[in-house]
Antibody, heavy 122, light 106 residues
Framework: QLQLQESGPGLVKPSETLSLTCTVSGDSIYSSTYHWGWIRQPPGKGLEWIGTISYSGNTYYNPSLKSRVTISVDTSKNQFSVKLSSVTAADTAVYYC??????????????WGQGTLVTVSS | EIVLTQSPATLSLSPGERATLSCRASQSIDSYLAWYQQKPGQAPRLLIYDASNRATGIPARFSGSGSGTDFTLTISSLEPEDFAVYYCQQRSNWLTFGPGTKVDIK
């Protein structure tokens, strides 16, 4: 059974870089050939797609975040990660990692991690 | 960017009643729309994809319809566990979500 688990600091200072990792179990990032994504949700608000990465490292970013986001994949560890630079309080959110229900990057997300709250504060 | 608008913002209904939720796209997205359910403290769950296809394990009381710019999620008879927030998402042009509709108990 596919499981995704986010990990990383729960508190980040303004202007610093937020870094999170998603560990995948129950499937191989590389051999499955699926894409893998990050979505966030500010407290009490809606969902925002951050970006998606392929098993081979091709990336697709939300244009509104593109200048600050980097998503990478480590197939040897079966993990993928997101970095968001120059964070502000507006980046405070629950961050989810997810996998689309079908192959390709332009897809809906059928599998989600439980989410991790990241607060930006000094 | 394709903007999704959901209405109403809140829907107050009783168990057993029919729920009709709307999602409108700022331009045509063919049938590239999904619906998710989210309960407090939980990740979203995919209910409907490509406008009208139920995801694996989703009860038949959930149905989706529409194409182009206007879409509807219908819950035929609300069960207690259906009270939640529902989001639509499009995949026609990048990926964007609607603001959500909260279905609460009347």
């Amino acid at each position: 059974q596919l499981q995704l688990q986010e990990s990383g600091p729960g508190l980040v200072k303004p202007s610093e870089t937020l870094s999170l990792t998603c560990t995948v179990s129950g499937d191989s990032i590389y051999s499955s050939t699926y894409h893998w994504g990050w979505i966030r949700q500010p407290p009490g608000k809606g969902l925002e797609w951050i970006g998606t990465i392929s098993y081979s490292g091709n990336t697709y970013y939300n244009p509104s975040l593109k200048s600050r986001v980097t998503i990478s994949v480590d197939t040897s560890k079966n993990q993928f990660s997101v970095k968001l630079s120059s964070v502000t309080a507006a980046d405070t959110a629950v961050y989810y990692c997810a996998r689309p229900q079908a192959r390709g990057w332009l897809q809906f997300f059928g599998y989600w991690g439980q989410g991790t709250l990241v607060t930006v504060s000094s | 960017e394709i903007v999704l608008t959901q209405s109403p913002a809140t829907l107050s209904l009783s168990p057993g009643e029919r729920a009709t939720l709307s999602c409108r796209a700022s331009q045509s997205i063919d049938s590239y729309l999904a619906w998710y359910q989210q309960k407090p403290g939980q990740a979203p769950r995919l209910l409907i994809y490509d406008a009208s296809n139920r995801a694996t394990g989703i009860p038949a009381r959930f149905s989706g319809s529409g194409s182009g710019t206007d879409f509807t999620l219908t819950i035929s008879s609300l069960e207690p566990e259906d009270f939640a927030v529902y989001y639509c998402q499009q995949r026609s042009n990048w990926l964007t979500f609607g603001p959500g509709t909260k279905v609460d108990i009347k």
